[in-house]
């Protein structure tokens, strides 16, 4: 007989590019008092500079306040201006200057190396835009040659390189990312980061079977609300993601890394945001979840099935295009379920025809 196991709980973070203007010690207080159970820390200038020369210090210091708070992390790279003042994510590892990308490629390096003595469980990275001018195949050609340092230290240190598909950036869907991983020839530590927000801006699936069929690749996962066709980052209920069944598809993967809220543009707000997400995500993981149990061997072989740290075994290339199987039987339909907010004010748009969109709203990069 098949042993049946519960489900893992959701583990939520909250990103510290939503609290710029916070000292990331309290930050990390905040995070820890409100509940959280880890954090999306993003390398800049205002909390951990990856520029300063005292780096490995101030990580050392860090490392000793995650633990002091119970939190654990991911690293994240997306600061906007961290290595050029006047270009947003600027230079990116399609740069048409090769001394550029090797900027970027310190920079991921340094993340790697920042992520192993904290034992974050991912780094973050992204492609960036392709350039004017550059052709498409060439800046393919850049990102594959230019990930392979990167790639080189994640393995070394055990820690996976989660790229994520960014509306806009020359990998900006699931297509994308596998397109890539099949160049690099599936590389082990390459894994991806899922942002729920971007599957309901700009995929064909929704964002419920986005999760089902990235499942062998997660190392690591964004969260947010979002509309059709638009990326900015919402607060959950201001979009139109219907959150109980993404959490539940989520769960049934066994995926048991962070799942970080990403709201870059609400600092202002910052504490409030983070005591009202968690407060939404977990009713809304209560309205999604079965009331039976699962089988282990419903949840594909990635990191969502172990510790979430340190890359994971590969699922085979077939299994781009699969889904996990999901949880039979019925249930009663739980009392949050219908709690105001947990479902969206209108329905989805028709999700095809958009796939690649090039409205000045995604195309220019959004509010990431």
Request: glycine share 10%; proline share 10%.
């Amino acid at each position: 007989m098949t042993p049946r196991l519960t489900r893992p709980a959701p583990r939520w973070g909250y990103g510290t590019n939503g609290l710029t203007d916070l000292r990331l010690d309290d930050a990390l207080a905040l995070l820890s008092d409100l509940g959280y159970d880890g954090v999306g820390l993003t390398l800049d200038h205002m909390h951990l500079d990856p520029q300063a020369p005292d780096l490995a210090t101030r990580t050392r210091q860090v490392a000793r306040t995650l633990h002091r708070h119970r939190l654990t992390a991911t690293v994240e790279t997306g600061a906007r201006y961290v290595l050029d003042p006047r270009r947003k994510h600027g230079p990116s590892l399609l740069d048409p200057d090769p001394d550029a990308r090797a900027a970027r490629v310190r920079l991921l390096v340094r993340a790697v190396q920042v992520a192993a003595d904290l034992g974050a469980h991912a780094v973050h990275c992204f492609s960036g835009i392709t350039p004017a001018g550059t052709h498409p195949d060439i800046a393919w050609q850049r990102l594959a040659h230019e990930l392979g340092p990167v790639l080189d230290a994640a393995t070394g240190a055990g820690v996976p390189l989660a790229i994520e598909p960014e509306p806009g950036h020359l990998l900006a869907t699931l297509a994308d990312f596998h397109h890539l991983r099949r160049t690099l020839g599936s590389p082990e530590a390459l894994g991806l980061t899922l942002d729920i927000g971007h599957c309901q801006c700009l995929e064909p699936e929704s964002p419920a079977d986005c999760i089902r069929a990235a499942a062998p690749w997660l190392r690591h996962v964004q969260i947010e609300d979002m509309r059709r066709g638009v990326h900015e980052h919402l607060p959950f209920g201001d979009g139109e993601i219907d959150f109980p069944p993404v959490l539940d598809a989520l769960s049934a993967t066994g995926y048991q890394g962070l799942t970080v809220v990403e709201l870059p543009r609400h600092s202002h707000a910052g504490p409030q945001l983070a005591a009202e997400s968690l407060r939404f995500l977990r009713a809304a993981a209560r309205a999604g979840a079965p009331t039976v149990a699962w089988s282990g061997e419903e949840a594909q072989t990635h990191p969502g099935a172990g510790t979430g740290a340190g890359p994971r075994a590969q699922a085979p290339d077939s299994a781009a295009s699969s889904s996990p199987p999901g949880t039979t039987g019925s249930s009663p339909e739980p009392a949050d379920r219908n709690e105001p907010g947990l479902h969206p004010k209108t329905a989805d748009p028709a999700r095809s025809g958009l796939r690649t969109t090039t409205s000045g709203r995604i195309a220019g990069g959004g509010t990431s």
